[in-house]
């Protein structure tokens, strides 16, 4: 199980959706509700909706199962409720997998190094700006 806004869908979560993949047998993924990225990277953000990043998400091949993650505690929820025996994460959080909340469910905490320069959305809007 993974998560993550994947607001405009780039190569950086491509590589890392199929790391993750490489390493389960069912790969399920959360994708942030529109309010919750909101209140992470503010009110002119998510560029595409909520529904529209789930049917992207849906559509990649690595990608078996998508719900859309309202809050923390969801992710511990879904966690529990299917079981989850391994949670990916990017290296952001090496040292830091502590901090990674997945209940009682056992999950171990997988960091998948970026195997290129990290991109976000971000970053892309960023360049796209200063156009």
Request: charged share 30%; hydrophobic share 40%; net charge neutral.
């Amino acid at each position: 199980m993974t998560s993550g806004t994947f607001d405009l869908l780039h190569d950086f979560h491509l590589r890392f959706l199929k790391q993750c993949r490489r390493q389960c047998d069912v790969l399920v993924v959360g994708v942030d509700s529109d309010l919750l990225v909101r209140e992470r990277k503010g009110p002119k953000r998510p560029i595409l909706t909520e529904f529209q990043r789930e049917m992207m998400m849906n559509s990649i091949k690595y990608v078996e199962f998508v719900y859309i993650l309202d809050s923390l505690a969801d992710y511990t929820v879904v966690a529990e409720m299917l079981s989850v025996r391994r949670v990916f994460v990017n290296q952001t959080f090496a040292g830091r997998e502590r901090e990674v909340k997945v209940g009682s469910s056992g999950a171990d905490v997988i960091i998948i190094p970026d195997l290129v320069e990290h991109d976000s959305t971000s970053g892309i809007i960023r360049r796209i700006k200063a156009l």
